[in-house]
């Protein structure tokens, strides 16, 4: 129950992080790429970047911990 609620929480902030890098890229379109503001917003987006590697690396392992653990395994199949 504890893991799939986690895994629930993970794939919302992976959703959610997508969703403001989307729109951080979207408007960066609209910046002229000598301004400060530029390279704010490119910082922002690699920020995202590194913060979804992190939370699907965390996401792999519990997985994987997972399936190498037959009762955790089982308790998450009730």
């Known amino acids: ?3 799939k609620l986690t895994l629930s929480l993970a794939d919302e902030a992976i959703e959610r ?3 403001l890098s989307a729109d951080a890229q979207i408007g960066r379109r609209e910046i ?3 301004s400060l503001a530029y390279y704010t ?3 922002r987006i690699a920020t ?3 913060a979804l590697a992190l939370l699907t690396a965390l996401q ?3 997985q994987l911990a997972m399936s190498f653990h ?3 395994w089982l308790k998450q199949c009730r």
């Open 1 to 3: 129950m504890m893991k």
């Open 17 to 19: 992080i997508l969703e």
């Open 32 to 34: 002229a790429k000598d």
């Open 41 to 43: 917003v490119k910082k």
């Open 48 to 50: 995202y970047g590194k």
């Open 60 to 62: 792999r392992s519990a």
């Open 70 to 72: 037959p009762l955790l």
